[in-house]
């Protein structure tokens, strides 16, 4: 890590060396089995609904506090993806195979997997029902179920992704067709889009805009790119700090930026692309395009979106400091599927998970929960192949940065902890229940400042 030379120049800063090194090791993770010779059972006393990283982190985190046996996960995917890294495969930056794992090795040893698809929810009489046919029962409920993809919402998909040079980043399905149409772009508009919906990851629609200006530096097109970010929003990212050091990018890399601009229609044997003006209702425009990219609409699971737990709007229901659900006091939530408003990160899941986890275990005592979740959520913005600008925040959308630098400055350190250092976090300490976001080396770099 000679190239990181100017960083690590104090101890603080060579533990976090370490951490790099670590990460860039092909580390052979330690396979986490189901018991398989365990009896299905239709009772538990914590129940986990969703087998993504808010899932597997908490039944890690309850199999220590109840024992595995009375752990279940409801998941009916046979892969578990690491999905922050699709920004870099979307990118030719990291193969998609480094992305997944098969799902029965990330679930905790002894931990009950129940291979089906949760169809309804009954917190009153505290059971909820499978695909399968089955009723299974609870004391203890953990909702983490993630978001929904709605790519059907957009007139023209998914079945338009069919043709060449559209691709998405936020589908395995989808992925590597970015980098496709980024290798086969020739010269005319490379179009990416942001949905009039939230979103998970809310920095990597435009991660991938800066990826492709970069890729057609490298490969000598970029005379020949008119790059355009038509977003739903009104602001390039939510909080001053990091939106600045990204409006100086933009200018200096002659990036364009159409704001209150929604993707509604894509005409793929075209190439076209039609956006809806949201200050002029009814308003369109139709822009050709030799390259797309599409970060679709998002919504809650459609099993929460009528259920008891969630609110109006189809998010489970929780307290923001506590994870406990406002109105079913042994029903808890973590993760996109939540109405906690921050944004919708795997770090933020990380952080969340250590509070849900106190959380949980003083409820078990009858106790009331003290520990609060400050709304700490993470972006690592990739601004190109060896850049990241880290934007850590909390609630009150204020920097809460954990290392002892200004980290709006686009950093080699930053990316590498973000290719690199973040999966080996991912696999080896958060999946076990043993990562809860960097609290503690917030404590660690800024200790003794004043």
Known sequence: MTSLASVVSSSRARLFACFLRLGSQQASPLQLHTGASLAAKSHYEVLVLGGGSGGISMAARMKRRVGAENVAIVEPSETHFYQPIWTLVGAGAKPLSSSGRPTANVIPSGVEWIKARVVDLNPDKNCIHTDDDKKISYKYLIIALGIQLDYEKIKGLPEGFAHPKIGSNYSVRTVEKTWKALQDFKEG?????????????????????????AYFRKTGKRPKANIIFNTSLG????????????????????????????????????????????????????????????????????????????????WVDVDKDTLQHKRYPNVFGIGDCTNLPTSKTAAAVAAQSGVLDRTISLIMKNQTPVKKYDGYTSCPLVTGYNRVILAEFNYNAEPLETFPFDQSKERLSMYLMKADMMPFL?????????????????????????
């Open 426 to 450: 991912y696999w080896n300490l958060m999946l076990r229940g043993y990562w809860g976001g960097p609290a503690f080396l917030r404590k660690l770099f800024h200790l003794g400042k004043s």
């Open 235 to 314: 602001a390039i990212f939510g909080v001053k700090k990091y939106a600045d050091a990204l409006q100086k990018i933009i200018q200096e890399r002659s990036l364009t930026v159409n704001y209150k601009q929604n993707l509604i229609e894509v005409r793929a044997d075209k190439q076209e692309a039609v956006f809806e003006n949201l200050d002029k209702p009814g308003e369109t425009q139709v822009i050709s395009y030799e390259m797309l990219h599409v970060t679709p609409p998002m919504s809650p699971p459609d099993v929460l979106k009528t259920s008891p737990v969630a609110d109006a709007a189809g």
């Open 189 to 213: 508009n490379a179009i990416f889009t942001f949905p009039n919906t939230p979103v998970k990851c809310a920095g990597a629609p435009q991660k991938i805009m800066y990826l492709s200006e």
